[in-house]
């Protein structure tokens, strides 16, 4: 069974107004809500794909009840710890250019902690975790480490996504699958990242230190894939991008689905830039007919230290 963690989840509001003038009044031309977070996106991508999965997290008060509410509605299990506060809104306000209001969020009790440990403690080896996003200030630094290393005890295979330092202290548990893109692997390693040829020797290192997978994506430029068997380059899809938020989330999605479905690296990798490209080309998620649509346009190549592109 696959398990999305999202510490932090959303009630995503989004409006849309011709313009905006601040200190007078604006009108929407149209709005809508969603459930926001990372691993919440992972699980609503993996529907799609017929791919069960429950969510786990924190949420409270009505925008939580709204949260669960909805997963139920689209068929996605759910498994929250509740608490005491309500869980955010987040305002994503469109008027050409979008600007973003990202509240703090609800504070999470050493109780509630102690209760999600408890249900990490419970899967087992036939179980995957994917910890997906930022830690809420409430709870300590060492969250991630804390729950990998219940992983790790449990036999359980994980993936992170996350950024800097949360990814680099992970490593040593061995997560099975990572993506971090070419700007945010230059940033640990503190170097300009450009090109897959670029990426591939800092790719390979974050294999040395623990890593299963990794894909790096160059956005337009195409994506790698390393692991300690092989190093692939893909070509992404062509289109225009309409929507970057949860693009990542569905390149984990695809690549968890197919790898499931097909024991295949190689597959997997080709669903998963399929999924990414279809939510950036998309006004929400990947559908599975958008991703299988743009499937023949993802060509793989294995490429050698020192080839480029």
């Known amino acids: 069974m696959i398990y999305t963690l999202t510490l932090n989840p959303s009630v995503d509001y989004i409006v849309q107004l011709e313009s905006f003038q601040l200190g007078e009044l604006n ?14 996106n992972v699980s609503r991508v993996l529907k799609q794909f017929e791919t069960k999965s429950k969510a786990l997290g924190f949420i409270g008060g009505f925008t939580g ?23 955010r809104i987040n ?12 509240a703090k969020g609800p504070n999470i009790s050493e109780d509630a902690f102690e209760l999600l440990k408890s249900q990490i403690g419970k899967l087992d080896s036939n179980d995957l975790l994917v910890l997906a996003g930022s830690i809420p200030s409430s709870l300590p630094e ?7 290393k219940i992983c790790k005890e449990n036999g ?20 099975f699958f990572i993506k971090p893109n070419h700007h945010e692997l230059g940033e640990l390693f503190n170097t300009d990242i450009s090109s897959a040829e670029e990426a591939v020797p800092y790719a390979e290192k974050l294999v040395e230190m623990g890593a299963k997978n990794v894909i790096v994506s160059l956005a337009g430029d195409g994506a790698v894939l390393i692991n300690k068997d092989t190093v692939l380059f893909a070509e992404v899809p062509k ?15 695809g690549f968890l689905a197919a790898y499931q479905s097909t024991s295949n690296i190689e597959e997997a990798f080709r669903y998963s830039i399929a999924s990414g490209s279809a939510t950036a080309f998309s006004l929400g998620l990947c559908t599975k007919e958008k991703v299988e649509e743009l499937l023949p346009q993802v060509c793989l190549r294995e490429i050698k230290m020192g080839e480029g592109k």
Not at 30 to 38: I, N, R, Y
Not at 68 to 80: A, K, P, R, V
Not at 91 to 102: A, D, P, R, V
Not at 239 to 253: E, L, P, R, T, Y
Request: charged letters at 25%; proline letters at 3%; glycine letters at 8%.
């Open 91 to 102: 305002i994503k306000l469109k008027t050409g250019k979008e600007s973003e209001i990202n």
């Open 142 to 148: 060492t969250t991630y480490e804390e729950l990998v």
């Open 239 to 253: 289109g225009i991008v309409k929507n970057s938020v949860g693009a990542g989330d569905s390149m984990v999605a």
């Open 27 to 40: 009108r929407t031309v149209s709005e809508a809500k969603f459930p926001g977070g990372k691993g919440i």
């Open 65 to 87: 009840t709204y949260i669960n509410q909805f997963l139920q509605s689209e068929d996605i299990e759910t498994d929250f710890v509740e608490v005491s506060e309500d869980t």
């Open 156 to 175: 359980t295979s994980f993936v992170v996504d996350a950024e800097g330092a949360l990814l680099k202290k992970v490593l040593p548990y061995q997560p």
